[in-house]
């Protein structure tokens, strides 16, 4: 478990977290959601040792995370920013490197997934492309197999099949493996379906921790004919609208009580689950 108590991060006179107080439980893999300078960067920084606290602390199974080798050795990040090494290094050096970092890093699981990315073993880190850079750092990151893993956007400039072998790599190796993964990212959909708890940063606080179930139980998406529909969500909070000829998905916050969802029935309209994406939105403040 990873503990924060009453953490606080400051650069200068500005407050990057408030005082935050937050456990994470093993064995859970975690969305961490918010929007551009809502904290979570600092906040995976710190969690990984990566900086002190500016007040409070951060413990791993109870010992202090910063400048202790004991509890770094047990967890990675990975950024967006990669941060591997200098790009005059060989691919082959990095991973020899992690592997003497981390006593769990797993060598072999490393060249399968370098394989099922197709980066080219024999190359310096600066002959990769954007997306290869990110698809070794997520191999670096999964094979570490490291007890609390997190990836801070590390998906960016992967191409969609790029992405796709990387969700399909993490939930079958943590299925095989179970540890704590913590992934922040601005592909809610695409990479929600990952998650078991979900955590939203905004403006440096906590505003929401839920698992993803009881999340998308806070809103319902409502399909059928545009007109009907449009009856139908009359008085109610509307986060977005989506249409194709004449049928029309509108997505409402709050649940619906019996008598709507017999009045649903009644109309022939569809009730189904809501985009975490409209969710998040709404609960961080709308649309700029």
Not at 180 to 187: A, D, E, I, P, V
Request: proline share 4%; charged share 25%.
């Amino acid at each position: 478990m990873i503990t924060t108590s009453a953490l606080q991060v400051r650069y200068g006179d500005t407050t990057a977290l408030h005082p935050l107080d937050l456990d994470l439980s093993a064995g859970r893999i975690y969305g961490l959601l918010g929007r551009n300078g809502a904290g979570k960067t600092t906040l995976l920084s710190v969690l990984a040792g990566f900086r002190a606290p500016s007040a409070g602390s951060v413990t791993f199974d109870g010992a202090p995370v910063f400048e202790n080798a004991a509890a770094t050795t047990r967890i990675c990040l990975i950024r967006d920013d990669g941060g591997l090494g200098d790009p005059t290094d060989k691919l082959t050096d990095i991973l020899d490197m992690a592997a003497i970092l981390r006593p769990t890093f797993d060598r072999a699981f490393a060249g399968e997934l370098l394989d099922r990315f197709a980066l080219p073993r024999r190359s310096t880190l600066g002959r990769l492309s954007r997306g290869q850079r990110s698809a070794f750092g997520v191999t670096v990151g999964l094979a570490s197999r490291a007890a609390l893993t997190m990836f801070d956007e590390a998906h960016l400039g992967m191409d969609a099949a790029a992405r796709k072998v990387f969700a399909d790599a993490l939930l079958a190796d943590y299925l095989a493996r179970p540890r704590t993964f913590l992934l922040s990212t601005h592909l809610i959909e695409e990479q929600s379906p990952l998650f078991e708890q979900v955590l939203i940063l905004h403006q440096g606080r906590l505003l929401l921790r839920e698992d993803l179930d009881d999340l998308r139980g806070r809103g319902v998406a409502v399909t059928g004919p545009a007109t009907l529909v449009d009856d139908f969500v009359s008085g109610l909070t509307v986060l977005a609208e989506r249409r194709l000829g004449p049928t029309k998905e509108v997505t409402v916050f709050g649940g619906l009580d019996d008598e709507h969802r017999r009045l649903a029935g009644r109309a022939g309209l569809t009730l189904g689950p809501v985009a975490v994406q409209d969710l998040f939105i709404h609960l961080t403040g709308g649309l700029p």
